[in-house]
């Protein structure tokens, strides 16, 4: 049986909620939530399996897996009697791979940022203290404790949210530009590289920043076909967002700034 630790509105747990519902595998769902600063939500054995202390982590077996992408490619190949998300065809392979590595080439990193300066900084100041400083202490990743330091402090004029919303336009330009004359990003058929990219449209779009690529229509079309699929139901939308009102109102609160770093030339 495959188990899943995992939370809600986690841009990495949704795609691979996405690849188990799209295959039609059977999963057991196990919440670790973390992101609101509380670090007590882990399982005591985590950090042997993640050292970073991140979900989303998978079990099959006796087998455990950090890291969506992994996840998400180790499905393919352990269960290839299921619908497919990865073409047979290596140099599709290698092309879904390059869309793919965008997401750990920085793009993951910027989400966190303007998620952050945008939202988390207003909730993690309402959190109890101690279990802040206790979340941050078991934080491992230097460079992520580093960067949630200054977006918490400077929010909106942090230093590292401009490269973040320009690395989102770049993404989400490139990706219209394809999609103008391909239906899918890798290949003739949807795939991990659709999979793993969409969550950050579901993302932005929850900040209400979908006005910032309103003109994308390639893109926007991709979107709607993605998100009109089943598998896209039970995978993001019935899981919801505990947080859903806050990104909202904040996001709202955050536009005028984001569409100004959006507008600038670099
Ligand atoms: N590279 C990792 C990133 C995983 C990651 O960033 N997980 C976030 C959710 S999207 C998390 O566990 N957040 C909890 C926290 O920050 O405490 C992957 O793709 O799985």
């Known amino acids: 049986m495959l188990t899943l630790y995992h939370y809600d509105r986690s841009t990495a747990a949704q795609r691979v909620r996405l690849g188990l519902e799209e295959k039609g595998l059977e999963w057991k769902s196990v919440i670790v939530d973390t992101a609101l600063g509380d ?32 996840i998400l490619e180790y499905l393919e190949d352990a269960y290839p009697n299921h619908i497919n998300l990865r073409s047979k065809d290596p140099k599709e392979v290698a ?14 990193v910027a989400s966190r940022t303007i998620g952050v300066c945008v939202v988390n900084r207003h909730i993690y100041k309402k959190t109890d203290k ?3 400083a206790d979340y941050y202490a078991k934080m491992r990743d230097g460079v992520r404790k580093n960067n949630d330091k200054i ?33 899918w990003l890798a290949g003739n058929s949807y795939s991990l590289a659709d999979i793993s990219l969409v969550v950050y449209l579901t993302r932005l779009s929850s900040f ?45 609160a955050a536009f005028e700034r984001v569409e100004k770093i959006w507008n600038q030339d670099n």
Request: net charge neutral.
């Open 39 to 70: 670090a007590s939500q882990r399982p005591d054995d985590f950090h042997k399996y993640n050292p970073k202390g991140l979900i989303p982590l998978l079990k099959d077996g006796a087998f455990t897996l950090p890291e969506s992408t992994l």
């Open 151 to 183: 977006n918490i402090e400077m929010g909106l004029e942090s230093p590292l949210l401009p490269p973040s919303v320009q690395a989102f336009k770049e993404l989400f330009s490139e990706m219209n530009q394809h999609l103008q004359t391909n239906k």
């Open 95 to 108: 092309k879904m791979r390059l869309w793919m590595r965008k997401i750990e080439d920085g793009i993951h």
């Open 130 to 132: 101690e279990q802040l």
């Open 208 to 252: 209400q920043m979908a006005p910032l690529w309103s003109k994308m229509t390639a893109l926007n079309n991709w979107f709607e076909n993605i998100i009109s699929r089943p598998a896209y139901k039970s995978a993001v939308i019935d899981w919801g967002d505990i947080t859903e009102e806050k990104r909202r109102d904040e996001g709202k």
